[in-house]
Every structure is written in structure tokens, then in C-alpha cells.
């Protein structure tokens, strides 16, 4: 028998057990869903999935965010598939590779050039040590709340309990020294003058501050991001904006053109390479100076390689997402989508009593129940009611809606009028549901 067959004919509850027995963790990762509502997904087309157990759901985790033109885009799939006979993997330059460093040199605002990478943690890593190169400074900040992966300078202060001891934080994770601690500052998000002074205290010995524009879901308050950019550039520190999540996704040119502030480097991965793995930093040329074999002594170069850095498959892919994402109104459209939802799950959420916020951007989200409706900081947003976000969460995805509980909604350009409508109706049940569970 085929193994597709096979596949078939197994059910989702076996192919469930196989993952807790053959996976660490019995998953992929960090987040697994709750048993009840747990799925192997077998096919997405759009902006729907499919489970194994033949159940549909309307997708707004996307693959944590790349896939922003939906799945299987007849762009992308068709570029893909060109590929695919050609060769997967040269590591050698590839007419693909070149085309998508244009493309986000043409985008980004603070690109003269890229440097590409296999993920978006290798990408902040790299940020990191290219900036403690080009510096010869040893530390680095980052804001309270922010994501930038996995690598062990990007663990401190992710997710704490309370507030850290600024600029001291404690790492999120076992397994990391306690000596990269004293390289990573973490200040928090929004609270400008701390930050600015932690900056000028720190100075001498800092090398990077690095920060998600849109952090989670928290919007940098206005002049926050300026008094970074200020600071940093008076210090001669490199202002690293993370662009993973809002590259290509709040606007072509991402944060920076949407909150109208340029870094020094930016990372990008996620939707740059139309839900293949890739990532890259982006800078001006002088900044990424330091990755140039050519015309820097062996001694100061900063090393950045990696085995599918400029892989074609990929590359293949983001230009063609790119490409559709580059036609006119594409995010006048993906804005209407994501502000149609926001509105419509806050009024129904109140509608049924509780302290529903969709904070973030329309193109992405997250729902909150908090009392406090203007949530600046990690810590602000630590009064969300944990406990409910989870039972609201499962309750959608019995009836069909692909989330992650109590993290964000990424929204799609082929999300459908019908898909918003539904989901409305799915998140009104929800609520209802939950409420009279009591
Ligand atoms: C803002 C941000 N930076 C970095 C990363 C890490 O990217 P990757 O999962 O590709 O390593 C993520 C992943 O979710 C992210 O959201």
C-alpha cells in the first residue's frame, strides 16, 4: 500500500500518539495545543486547513506568520515548482538569491544590502555579533517582551512574571550560561526616558539595542522608537529593529515605514520568503561591513555562514511572494480584513461582558481580556486573564478556527469577506459558550 494511502486510513488520534511518543515534547516546539483540540494537518489551500480527521478550519496562525499569501499560492507553488527540477541547493549564488536581495534593498528603508540566513534566530544572532564587531563593544539591550528567537542572547527577559530588575533580567530558558547574562541588558518596552538613560549609562559598552517595532502585540508609543533612534545614533550604537513578524506584513517596507523610523539593521524572515525557511539581515553597507571576507582582515571579520543561506527553493518563493505583495491595494485590502476582525471580536466579546481588546496591528493581532484598554508595557499586559484567552482559544478551535491560544491572529490577503463573516459568528459562539460555562 501507498504510504499515502496509509496515511489516510491512519487516524488523527494514532498520528497523535506517534508525535508523543517519536517527538520531544510531543511536538514541534514550545507551543503545543491542549489534547482535546490538538491536530495533524493534512493539506491548506488558502486560508483554510484541513486535519487529518477531515476537519476544516478557517487558518489565522499561517505557519506563525509566513504564510501571508495563504497556502499553496498559485504565485508561489508555480515559481517552486520551476525550481524544483533545476536543483534544490547550490550554495554557490543563484539568479533567485540575487533577485530577492534587489527586492529588499528596493523595500527596505534601511537596506543598501543583505546578508541571508537559514532562520529568524540566526538572523538577530548574527544582528547581535555584527554589531559587537563593528562596534568592538561587548553588550547588547533588548526590551522586555521581545521575541527575537531562540540563541542564547535572546533569552532574558522574554517572558518574566515581574518586572526585571533593569537592566538586569533573568534567561527564559534552562541551558543558558549565566555569563551571557552580563552582556544582555533588558529595559522595557515603551518606558522611554528608562530606557534612554539605561542607554546613556550603558554607552560606553554597548553595542546593539535591539527591539520589535510592534512588540507582540504592543505598538511602540509615539516618539518611543524615535528616542531610540536618537540615542543610539548620538552613542554610536547599532539600533537593530527585529522585522520578522512585521516585515511585508504592516506594510511593504514593514515597521519602518509604518512607524517612519529607520535602524541601522534590520532582520526579516517570515512572509519575506512566502513560507519557506529563510531570513536575512538588512543594512547599510557600511553596518554590515564586517561579514566582508573581501576587504576585512581575518581578524575583524564577523562570520555569518550557514549551509542554505541563499537557497533557491526559498528565494524562489519569497520573490514571488513579493511580487504579489508588490500589486496596489494588496495592503489597503489586508488592512480592511484584519480592522473588519479586530472591530467585530471586541464588540462581540463586550457584547457577552468580558474586557475584549485586539490590540496590535490589523494585519496582525492579538485578543486580550484586560480591563486596562491601553496596555503600554510587558508588565501592563501581564493583567490579561490568562485562564479565559485559553478557554475562548479552544472554544474557536472546536468550531473550526486555527489559533494558538493567547497569542496572535496573522491575518492573510486571501482571507474572504465569507471568512470574516464566519469567523465572527465562530468567535460570538465562543464567547457565548464560555460565558455559560460560567
Ligand atoms: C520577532 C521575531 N523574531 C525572531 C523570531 C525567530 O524566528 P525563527 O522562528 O525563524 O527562528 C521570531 C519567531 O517567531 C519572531 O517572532
Request: charged letters at 20%; hydrophobic letters at 40%.
Amino acid at each position: 500500500m501507498a504510504i499515502a494511502e496509509r496515511t489516510e486510513q491512519t487516524t488523527q488520534g494514532e498520528l497523535l500518539a506517534k508525535a508523543d511518543r517519536f517527538l520531544a515534547g510531543g511536538g514541534l516546539g514550545l507551543f503545543t495545543l491542549p489534547p482535546d483540540v490538538n491536530l495533524v494537518i493534512r493539506e491548506g489551500h488558502g486560508s483554510h486547513v484541513t486535519s487529518v480527521a477531515g476537519k476544516e478550519y478557517i487558518d489565522y496562525h499561517l505557519g506563525s506568520g509566513p504564510a501571508l499569501l495563504g497556502h499553496g499560492h498559485p504565485a508561489v507553488t508555480e515559481a517552486v515548482s520551476a525550481q524544483l527540477p533545476k536543483g534544490t541547493t547550490f550554495y554557490f549564488l543563484n539568479e533567485h538569491v540575487l533577485r530577492l536581495a534587489e527586492r529588499l534593498v528596493e523595500a527596505v528603508p534601511c537596506a543598501e544590502q543583505v546578508q541571508f540566513t537559514g532562520s529568524g534566530t540566526e538572523a538577530t544572532f548574527f544582528s547581535l555579533r555584527v554589531a559587537r564587531s563593528l562596534t568592538g563593544r561587548p553588550k547588547v539591550m533588548k526590551l522586555e517582551g521581545g521575541w527575537h528567537g531562540m540563541h542564547d542572547y535572546a533569552l532574558w527577559g522574554t517572558v518574566p512574571a515581574r518586572p526585571s530588575d533593569y537592566p538586569r533580567a533573568q534567561p527564559d530558558s534552562t541551558g543558558i550560561p549565566p555569563s551571557i547574562g552580563e552582556d544582555v541588558l533588558v529595559a522595557p518596552f515603551n518606558e522611554t526616558e528608562l530606557v534612554v538613560s539605561l542607554i546613556e549609562r550603558h554607552a560606553h559598552e554597548l553595542a546593539a539595542v535591539l527591539v520589535e517595532p510592534l512588540q507582540r502585540v504592543l505598538k511602540p508609543e509615539p516618539g518611543f522608537l524615535e528616542a531610540l533612534r536618537d540615542v543610539t545614533r548620538r552613542h554610536g550604537i547599532v539600533l537593530v529593529f527585529d522585522e520578522i513578524v512585521t516585515g511585508f506584513r504592516i506594510a511593504w517596507g514593514g515597521a519602518q515605514e509604518r512607524y517612519g523610523v529607520v535602524p541601522d539593521l534590520a532582520t526579516y524572515g517570515k512572509a519575506m520568503a512566502g513560507g519557506f525557511p529563510m531570513a536575512a539581515l538588512a543594512g547599510r553597507a557600511e553596518v554590515l561591513a564586517p561579514l566582508d571576507a573581501r576587504r576585512t582582515e581575518r581578524t575583524n571579520l564577523a562570520w555569518a555562514s550557514g549551509t542554505l543561506n541563499g537557497n533557491p527553493i526559498s528565494a524562489a518563493a519569497g520573490n514571488a511572494a513579493l511580487d504579489v505583495l508588490s500589486q496596489p491595494g494588496v495592503y489597503e485590502r489586508l488592512q480592511r480584513t484584519g480592522a473588519r476582525l479586530r472591530r467585530g471580536i471586541e464588540e462581540s466579546g463586550r457584547r457577552h461582558g468580558f474586557p475584549t481588546q485586539a490590540l496590535g496591528e490589523d494585519a496582525v493581532f492579538g485578543v486580550r481580556f484586560m480591563e486596562n484598554e491601553a496596555p503600554r508595557t510587558w508588565m501592563d499586559l501581564q493583567a490579561h486573564d490568562k485562564a479565559l484567552g485559553l478557554r475562548w482559544g479552544v472554544e474557536l478551535l472546536e468550531r473550526g478556527l486555527l489559533v494558538n491560544p493567547n497569542e496572535k491572529f496573522y491575518v492573510s490577503i486571501v482571507h474572504s469577506d465569507e471568512d470574516v463573516d464566519r469567523t465572527l459568528e465562530i468567535c460570538d459562539a465562543a464567547f457565548r459558550a464560555v460565558k455559560a460555562a460560567g
